[in-house]
C-alpha cells in the first residue's frame, strides 16, 4: 500500500501515535473499562430510576429543560454518581457508543462473530436512548430562535414551566449571535410585526408536533430498556467487562497504531471531499435552494458533513484507545489535547442540531391548512436555522485549517 504524506495543515496529523507501541492488551483494557462504565450507569439507571419515574424524569436521557450537557470523559477511575436515571441514561449511551466505535475501528484484532453481533446491538441502544433527548434540544432549540427572531413574549410551551430553569433562563434574554460565524439576517421592522404575529402559533405547532415525537420515543426507550434485545446486550457487555474475545493469542501483542491511522485517513479523506471553500464564504446559496420545496427528503448538501462528524468521533474514540484514557483528558499523543479536534467536533455537533431543527421547522410550513402567518414564520425560522448551519460549517473549516493549538 502507498505511504500516505501527511497534511501539516490536517489537525489529525498532528495528534500522532505514542512513542511506546499500543498492544492488543490496551484495546482490550479499554473495551473493560467503557464495559464497566456501562453496567455502573445500568445499575445506577436501575436504582434510582423507580423513584425518579414519578417526578416526570426521563430515562432516555432526556434532560428536563431540553438542554443536554456534552459528554464529558471520566477517565478510568470510578465515575461520580449521575443525578438520577437521566444522568445514568446518558452515561449508558455515552459507553455504548464508544464500546460500538472501537469495534468498528479495531475489528481486526477482535472475534469477528462476536464484533459483528455485538456492534450493530449498541448502535441501536445508544441511538433509541438519543432520541427522546435529540427531540426535547430541537424544540427548546426552535422556540429560542422563534422567540429570538420575534421578539415576543415566551411561547405558551416555555409558560408552562415543562422546561423550567434552563428554558426560562433562555427565554429571558435574547441568545447572543456567535462572532464565528457569518452574520444572520434579521427581518425588518415590518415583517417582525407579521412574524410575531405567527410565531405564538408556530410555537404552539411545534410544541405539539415534536412533544408527541418525544412521547413515543420516551415509550420507545422504555420499551427498549425492558426488552429481552437490551438484556441480551447487557448480557454480553457484562462478560466483555471480565474477558474480551480478541482474535486469537498474536492479537494481543499487535501494533494499534495501524487501525488508528486508518480511522484518521477515512476521516481525512471524508474532509477533502467537503466543500470547504464554500463553507469558508459568508452566503452559501446553493444551500437554501433546497428551501420549503414539497420535497421531505433530508437537505442534499448534509450527508457528507454528518459522515464526518462520525468519521471524527470514530478517530477521537481511536486517540482514547491509544492513549489509554478518554479523549476530555488527552486526545494527543503527548498527554495534550488538540483543541482544534474539540472545536471541530463542537462545530459539527451545532451543525447537525441546525440542520434536523430547520428540517423540523420544514415539515411544520408542510402541515396543511395553517395560516399564512404562521407559515411566514415557520419559513423565517427554517431560514434562520439554515443560516446557522452555513455558520457550524465556517466554524469548522475555520478551526479545521488552523495550526496545532495544545493545551
Known amino acids: ?29 479499554y473495551l473493560r473499562a467503557q464495559a464497566t462504565e456501562f453496567l455502573r450507569a445500568l445499575r445506577l439507571h436501575r436504582e434510582s430510576g423507580a423513584g425518579a419515574h414519578g417526578n416526570g424524569a426521563h430515562p432516555s436521557g432526556a434532560h428536563p429543560s431540553g438542554a443536554g450537557a456534552l ?12 443525578d438520577g436515571p437521566v444522568d445514568a441514561a446518558r452515561a449508558l449511551r455515552r459507553a455504548a457508543r464508544r464500546l460500538s466505535g472501537t469495534l468498528h475501528t479495531f475489528q481486526p484484532l477482535l472475534d469477528a462473530e462476536w464484533a459483528e453481533a455485538m456492534r450493530p446491538e449498541l448502535a441501536w441502544l445508544s441511538g433509541t436512548l438519543a432520541l427522546e433527548h435529540a427531540y426535547a434540544s430541537r424544540l427548546d432549540r426552535l422556540l429560542q430562535a422563534l422567540h429570538r427572531l420575534s421578539g415576543s413574549a415566551a411561547f405558551p410551551a416555555q409558560q408552562a414551566g415543562r422546561a423550567a430553569p434552563a428554558r426560562a433562563a433562555a427565554t429571558a434574554e435574547p441568545a447572543p449571535v456567535t462572532p464565528l460565524a457569518p452574520s444572520v439576517t434579521r427581518p425588518s421592522p415590518a415583517d417582525r ?12 405547532l411545534l410544541d405539539r408536533q415534536l412533544t408527541l415525537a418525544r412521547t413515543r420515543a420516551h415509550s420507545t426507550a422504555l420499551q427498549a430498556l425492558g426488552s429481552s434485545r437490551f438484556h441480551a446486550v447487557a448480557d454480553k457487555v457484562a462478560l466483555l467487562a471480565s474477558e474480551v474475545p480478541l482474535k486469537d493469542t498474536a492479537a494481543a501483542a499487535a501494533d494499534l497504531r495501524p487501525l488508528a491511522a486508518a480511522a484518521r485517513d477515512r476521516l481525512t479523506d471524508a474532509v477533502a471531499a467537503l466543500p470547504l471553500v464554500t463553507a469558508g464564504n459568508p452566503y452559501n ?29 470514530l ?18 499523543a503527548d ?4 483543541v482544534r479536534l474539540l472545536a471541530a467536533g463542537e462545530a459539527l455537533d451545532r451543525h447537525r442540531d441546525a440542520s434536523e431543527a430547520a428540517a423540523a421547522a420544514a415539515q411544520a410550513a408542510r402541515t396543511p391548512r395553517i395560516a399564512p402567518a404562521t407559515a411566514y414564520a415557520l419559513g423565517v425560522l427554517h431560514a434562520d436555522q439554515r443560516h446557522e448551519v452555513e455558520a457550524a460549517r465556517y466554524a469548522f473549516q475555520h478551526s479545521w485549517r488552523k495550526e496545532p493549538i495544545r493545551l
Do not use: I
Request: proline share 12%; glycine share 12%; net charge negative.
Open 335 to 338: 498527554g495534550t489535547t488538540d
Open 193 to 204: 410585526g407579521n412574524l410575531t404575529v405567527g410565531a405564538a402559533k408556530a410555537g404552539a
Open 285 to 313: 446559496a446553493q444551500a437554501l435552494v433546497h428551501g420549503l420545496s414539497p420535497d421531505p427528503a433530508p437537505h442534499p448538501q448534509d450527508a457528507q458533513w454528518h459522515q464526518v462528524r462520525l468519521l471524527l468521533r
Open 71 to 82: 459528554d464529558r470523559g471520566r477517565g478510568r477511575g470510578p465515575a461520580p454518581a449521575p
Open 315 to 332: 478517530h477521537r474514540y481511536a486517540l482514547e484507545v491509544l492513549a489509554g484514557t478518554d479523549a476530555e483528558d488527552a486526545d494527543g
Open 1 to 29: 500500500m502507498a505511504q500516505r504524506h501527511l497534511d501539516p495543515t490536517d489537525p489529525t496529523a498532528a495528534a500522532g501515535p505514542p512513542p511506546v507501541p499500543a498492544g492488543g492488551d490496551a484495546l482490550a483494557d
